[in-house]
T-cell receptor
Framework: KNEVEQSPQNLTAQEGEFITINCSYSVGISALHWLQQHPGGGIVSLFMLSSGKKKHGRLIATINIQEKHSSLHITASHPRDSAVYICAVPYSGGGADGLTFGKGTHLIIQP | NAGVTQTPKFQVLKTGQSMTLQCAQDMNHNSMYWYRQDPGMGLRLIYYSASEGTTDKGEVPNGYNVSRLNKREFSLRLESAAPSQTSVYFC??????????FGSGTRLTVV
């Protein structure tokens, strides 16, 4: 089973700061997902990446397949970025498809 | 465009009672999933369905049954609820394992 570790578990920062959230996994994968869970509980997909870097607005995700590591960066952070950010990799536990998730990073951006 | 719809949003059950969590998607996705989310843990895969009439066990299937009667709907049944099944349940769907769409979740408490 692929183990997914995220750091930090909790992060509080001031508005405007550059944010970095890290994700490492134990078994080689073809792609990695970053998701956002809103304070109300809803989950949305942010990125799927298999190599290099992807950018969407102020969010940037990078992955190093050889080192089994990915980072999610937020530039010019804003209070509306406050959420739980979750890293996930393909489930490898048997015949089922799906994702194995990290425990998430709880981000709070203070005005 | 509703995406993935889960019902109910909240439910309280007594130990031993049964219930079915409903999930429906209107995006013509083949793959559907049930996950549970517990405090301090990442989402965990309960069951997966690749298509109508097919299901596979995930990481934590014990105590649950599922049914994929058609392409749109994937239900999760608890035959005899236990306090350990207190959790938030998410249904998700995917067309191609690139993007995942999640329902808003069902918060279940078993007393």
């Amino acid at each position: 089973k692929n183990e997914v570790e995220q750091s930090p578990q909790n992060l509080t920062a001031q508005e405007g700061e550059f944010i970095t959230i890290n994700c490492s996994y134990s078994v080689g994968i073809s792609a990695l997902h970053w998701l956002q869970q809103h304070p109300g509980g809803g989950i949305v997909s942010l990125f799927m990446l298999s190599s290099g870097k992807k950018k969407h607005g102020r969010l940037i995700a990078t992955i190093n397949i050889q080192e089994k590591h990915s980072s999610l960066h937020i530039t010019a952070s804003h209070p509306r970025d406050s959420a739980v950010y979750i890293c996930a990799v393909p489930y490898s536990g048997g015949g089922a498809d799906g994702l194995t998730f990290g425990k998430g990073t709880h981000l709070i951006i203070q005005p | 465009n509703a995406g993935v719809t889960q019902t109910p949003k909240f439910q309280v059950l007594k130990t031993g009672q049964s219930m079915t969590l409903q999930c429906a998607q209107d995006m013509n996705h083949n793959s559907m999933y049930w996950y549970r989310q517990d405090p301090g843990m990442g989402l965990r895969l309960i069951y997966y369905s690749a298509s109508e009439g097919t299901t596979d066990k995930g990481e934590v299937p014990n105590g649950y049954n599922v049914s994929r009667l058609n392409k749109r709907e994937f239900s999760l049944r608890l035959e005899s609820a236990a306090p350990s099944q207190t959790s938030v349940y998410f249904c998700a769907s995917s067309a191609d394992r690139v993007g995942y769409t999640f329902g808003s979740g069902t918060r279940l408490t078993v007393v």
